[in-house]
């Protein structure tokens, strides 16, 4: 009985190990693999932002004008979020596929709040706010300091 128990022990680690192993690299499924776990380490560290977003549009598919308020007053969160994705898993992504000499991978913000269960209303009222925030910065960074 304790073979038959050692030797499930090592059948389940034996599967275990080959769950966690990457794919070969360059292949579609290592694009595939790189890119869910970029993403997902990603929404594990912004959950708070994309759990907000889900909740501005309502089960009625409208978008809750309580929420809006809410979120917009968090203007500083937004930006960060959406500058986090353009600095951090955008390069990290360019850098997974540059390595195979393959063309630049631009994921979209939009469609990863997509995968992420935030509604095409909420995207809509989001883009635009996001779009101007980046704007915003933009221009504040290339006007000259006051003192």
């Known amino acids: 009985m304790n073979a038959k128990i050692v030797m499930i022990s090592l059948s389940l680690a034996a599967l275990a190990a080959c769950a966690s192993v990457e794919p070969k690299p360059c292949t579609a499924e290592w694009v595939d693999y790189k890119t869910e776990k970029v993403l997902k380490k990603f929404a594990s560290n912004n959950r708070g932002m994309i759990n907000a977003l889900r909740r501005l549009q309502g089960k009625d598919g409208e978008v809750d004008p309580f929420v809006a308020i809410q979120l917009a007053s968090k203007t500083k969160q937004i930006q960060k979020f959406a500058d986090t994705f353009q600095t951090i898993v955008v390069p990290e992504l360019e850098m997974a596929v ?50």
């Open 98 to 147: 540059d390595q195979c000499g393959n063309e630049k991978l631009v994921p979209a913000f939009t469609e990863f709040l997509r995968g992420e269960g935030v509604g095409e209303d909420t995207l809509e009222w989001v883009a635009p706010l996001i779009g101007l925030m980046q704007d915003m910065r933009k221009a504040d960074n290339t006007s000259p300091r006051r003192l």
